[in-house]
């Protein structure tokens, strides 16, 4: 278990929201409003890259929700699996892509995720806003874990544009 606290403090501090160049959005612009545009570019990138149907969630630092949407197609399964994303990102403050090495091959520390309610599946990544250190997540699901990691990314990228 020390093991997991370890690898999970380093991952916060190497690939952390501001590592990542992910500071978005500005303060002064409301957390509907930047989920919603979150979302916009998710599914703009999901439609791009011909991904199948997916459903995204935007949770705040509390890992409480903000907006989600399931797009025509998406499994009812999805919503649920983007939500674990989003607050698994949230309550780690890493992206849930960098915690698959941490917990595969380690029968303890799967166990602890489990009880914890967490997952390492792709898909889910933190945010920054102003000058908060971790302002919420987005979570994505159904599409393939790859898929769903960069449609999480794009979606924190579309934070940045406004």
Known sequence: ????????????????PSALGQSAPSAADSMLAAAERAISGCFAYAAA??????????VDSSGA????????GAMP??????????????????????????VQGD???????????????PGGVPFARGAEALAGAVGVSGGQPDQDAACAMSAVEALKAK
């Open 49 to 58: 890259n011909k991904m199948p149907p997916v459903s995204v969630v935007v």
């Open 1 to 16: 278990m020390s093991q997991m606290r370890s690898l999970l403090a380093a991952c916060v501090l190497c690939v952390g």
């Open 65 to 72: 929700l903000i907006a989600s949407k399931r797009q025509d």
């Open 107 to 121: 029968a303890g520390t799967r166990d602890a995720f489990i009880t914890m309610q967490l997952t390492s599946i």
């Open 77 to 102: 399964v999805a919503s649920d699996a983007a939500l674990l994303k989003a607050r698994t990102s949230v309550r780690t403050r890493a992206p849930t892509a960098v915690l698959s090495p941490i």
